[in-house]
């Protein structure tokens, strides 16, 4: 089966630190790039960080998130240290066109969420 799934939310007090994971599977990981997004009640979801020819990341994030993808585990994940009342919201993982995506294929997919709540 095609999907993505995310772990590792959860709550944790200001300043603290989670990882989140995202695992691919039913297809061939080493073909796309990927990002994670994030999306609070009453906001469009936005993009945190990107990883493929390059690693982009959101400027209110820079310097205390780190994206990382393992292709022998087809996993992504997202450190997040020094965390802030601004981050709450529910993460996304997105599978996104790399390299070795074949022309005419819809590339974009996402994983149905972890949910990241600060509070102390």
């Known amino acids: 089966q095609v999907q993505l799934v995310e772990s590792g939310g959860g709550l944790v007090h200001p300043g603290g630190s989670l990882n989140l994971t995202c695992k691919a599977s039913?297809?061939?990981?080493?073909?796309?790039?990927m990002s994670w997004y994030r999306q609070s009640p009453g906001k469009e979801r936005e993009l945190v960080a990107s990883i493929g020819s390059r690693i982009d990341y959101a400027d209110s994030v820079k310097g205390r998130f780190t994206i990382t993808r393992d292709t022998a585990w087809k996993t992504g994940t997202l450190q997040m240290n020094d965390l802030r009342p601004e981050d709450p919201a529910v993460y996304y993982c997105?599978?996104?066109?790399?390299?070795?995506?074949?022309?005419?294929?819809?590339?974009?997919?996402w994983g149905k969420g972890s949910l990241v709540i600060v509070s102390s």
């Open positions: 039913g297809f061939v990981f080493n073909y796309y790039f």
């Open positions: 997105k599978r996104d066109r790399g390299l070795g995506t074949l022309p005419g294929v819809d590339a974009d997919l």
